[in-house]
């Protein structure tokens, strides 16, 4: 099966015996990265970072000083907010609609590139006050925060970059990350290597992903980017503490993510604040 690059026209070839082989002397030939869960498979042991969340207090600018009298607060009886940092990702994967079969869930990044084409999954753990809170319609916002990977051996040395729009939608079904072998996981066509997404590509709206998005503008040069929703835009689809986003490219965009697999670079993170 071939792989090719729009922009380069480089074809790139994957053998499923020699798949790892093929795919890195793909990238090296390219000069860079061309690449970026079902809750069934939350077993998979992710290490001890995985899914660490981290809540603090925020009163926010509105906060009483010594003494003051105290504005109302972003809950509703004017308190203070809850906010939790979630990072790495528990699960993540690229699919891409010119190999709509196979696995990427083994790579150490993740490659949200227009020139493929290739989208990014990734879900993250929340802590059970946390999920009580989307559930409750009690989240205020949910933000993301991605930073890029400059070198990476699974780029062949420097991985590449441009300019263009990032948009985020939460995930609305399950799905798995797979192991990087055909049928092991998510694919273009399917969420977890059998069961196929409502529209290929998980761009079933209202059953694959939410209506609500959020995007941002990348400069190609800058090393991170941030993008915020509101609390209702995951609405119900926060089970089993897990929240879930497809990350999209457009306008000529290239922005490659550490995968929970890196050990060198900065891990995707997610902050969410909600009222206790």
Not at 58 to 66: K, L
Request: proline share 6%.
């Amino acid at each position: 099966m071939q792989l090719t690059d729009g922009a380069s026209g480089v074809k790139w070839t994957r053998i499923e015996s020699m798949r790892r082989a093929a795919v890195i002397l793909a990238l090296s030939a390219l000069g860079g990265c061309s690449l970026l869960t079902d809750l069934s498979d939350l077993s998979r042991d992710a290490g001890p970072d995985s899914g660490a969340t981290d809540a603090t207090m925020d009163a926010g600018p509105d906060a009483p000083q010594d003494g003051g009298p105290q504005d109302s607060g972003p809950c509703a009886d004017g308190g203070a907010a809850v906010v939790e940092t979630a990072t790495p990702s528990n699960a993540d994967t690229i699919i891409l609609p010119t190999s709509p079969t196979l696995n990427w869930g083994d790579l150490t990044v993740a490659n949200a590139s227009e020139a493929l084409p290739s989208a990014a999954l990734l879900r993250f753990t929340v802590s059970a006050a946390a999920a009580a809170a989307f559930n409750g319609g009690r989240v205020v916002s949910v933000e993301f925060t991605l930073t890029r990977v400059l070198n990476d051996t699974a780029c062949g040395g420097s991985c590449p970059s441009a300019a263009g729009t990032l948009t985020i939608q939460p995930l609305t079904t399950n799905w798995a990350e797979g192991d990087g072998k055909t049928g092991s996981g998510a694919s273009w066509n399917t969420r977890n290597g059998s069961a196929a997404w409502t529209q290929p590509g998980a761009l079933g709206v209202g059953t694959d992903i939410a209506a609500a998005d959020a995007s941002v503008a990348f400069d190609g040069n800058g090393l991170s980017v941030s993008l915020t929703l509101p609390g209702a835009a995951f609405s119900s689809f926060v089970a089993s503490s897990q929240v879930a986003i497809r990350i999209a490219p457009s306008g000529g965009a290239i922005f490659v993510i550490a995968t929970r697999e890196n050990t060198t670079y900065t891990k995707p993170s997610m902050k969410v604040t909600y009222c206790p």
